[in-house]
């Protein structure tokens, strides 16, 4: 079955450090592949997309994703995090194109302390 | 602010009881989708309505059901409540299938 693994449900850092979220997806020839941060108490809000084309994909708020087809990787990343980065980031794919439903990890609650 | 606007932002209910969600899409979004997150079982994806059909289905039980009417608003509908429907339902919207989803901001459900 097709899924998305998010290998740490924690990752406190502190403030202006940089960090690495990972995700890791099931191998597929078609895969689009999303990043959503959810703050507390509020929906899921689209932080990157990875569709096709460069490798390397930017997103809001400083961050970044590099999508390795060979790792099967994902991973989100920024050089310097804020104590508003404080949130959880949820890793998702869609494997089926046509029909847009997203397959989530399980998400990575970030914490960043000052 | 995403443009998806979900009602009631919380519900409290008993067992056995049934309740309507209710969510508007984006302006222009013609497809809706319905996810479910718990602690247990994180985002799980119930069911998708592209233009007032059904287009796909997941993890959604039998006594739940959605619908998306001619002006695209959908409303999902969970029966027969459990202890364990409790959770936070989110709704949300694309153009068409294939473009990212556009959440809620949700509505928590508590079932006791």
């Known amino acids: 079955a097709q899924s998305v693994t998010q290998l740490d449900s924690q990752v406190p850092v502190f403030e202006e450090a940089p960090v690495e979220l990972r995700c890791n997806y099931s191998?597929?020839?078609?895969?689009?592949l999303f990043w959503y941060v959810q703050y507390p108490n509020q929906g899921l809000q689209l932080l990157l997309k990875?569709?096709?084309?460069?490798?390397l994909v930017k997103g809001i708020n400083g961050f970044e994703a590099e999508f390795n087809k060979s790792q099967t990787s994902f991973h989100l990343r920024k050089p310097s995090v804020h104590i508003s980065d404080t949130a959880e980031y949820f890793c998702?794919?869609?494997?089926?194109?046509?029909?847009?439903?997203?397959?989530f990890g399980k998400g990575t609650k970030l914490s960043v302390k000052p | 602010d995403s443009g998806v606007t979900q009602t009631p932002k919380h519900l409290i209910t008993a067992t056995g009881q049934r309740v309507t969600l209710r969510c508007s899409p984006r302006?222009?979004?013609?497809?809706v989708y319905w996810y479910q997150q718990s602690l247990d079982q994180g985002l799980q994806f119930l069911i998708q309505?592209?233009?007032?059909?059904?287009?796909a289905k997941g993890n959604i039980l039998e006594r739940f059901s959605a619908q998306q009417f001619p002006d695209l608003h959908s409303e999902l509908n969970l029966s027969s409540l459990e202890l364990g429907d409790s959770a936070l339902y989110f709704c949300?919207?694309?153009?068409?299938?294939?473009?990212?989803?556009?959440f809620g901001n949700g509505t928590r459900l508590t079932v006791t």
């Open positions: 949300a919207s694309s153009p068409r299938g294939g473009s990212p989803l556009h």
């Open positions: 191998s597929s020839v078609s895969v689009y």
């Open positions: 990875y569709l096709s084309g460069s490798t």
């Open positions: 998702a794919a869609n494997y089926g194109g046509s029909q847009g439903n997203l397959i």
């Open positions: 302006s222009g979004d013609l497809s």
């Open positions: 309505y592209y233009n007032g059909e059904e287009r």
